[in-house]
């Protein structure tokens, strides 16, 4: 698989795990069937995406993406769907974590 395909897997297991972040405050503690059986099932299709890109992608590199911009996905989810405004602290902290993927990303051995 190309690094090109395995990017694109790789952005789809960030959906699937802000996705499953959303859904896991929406199940209440787990109290809510529904809610929580999605997060369940979201968070099992995101390892599944992940396992297929490190094939292809260092393990490091594929994590240290994927954490870092399902952070940042989800604080935007936080701000659109619970209304929860980051502070200034918080903005800084977003900025480092983007910095650090892209870091990762161009200057990192992706091979």
């Given at each position: ?58 393990v490091g590199i594929t994590y ?48």
């Amino acid at each position: 698989m190309s690094n090109t395909v395995a990017y694109i897997i790789l952005l789809m297991a960030v959906v699937l795990g802000t996705a499953a972040n959303g859904l896991a405050k929406s199940a209440n503690g787990f109290t809510l069937f529904i809610p929580s059986l999605l997060t369940a099932l979201t968070i099992v299709g995101c390892m599944f995406t992940l396992s297929i890109v490190m094939k292809t992608i260092p393990v490091g590199i594929t994590y240290a993406s994927f954490a870092g911009l399902c952070i940042i996905a989800t604080t935007v989810v936080g701000i659109f769907r619970f209304n929860q405004m980051p502070d200034f602290y918080t903005i800084i902290g977003l900025i480092l974590i983007i910095s650090g993927v892209i870091i990762v990303n161009l200057l990192g051995k992706t091979e």
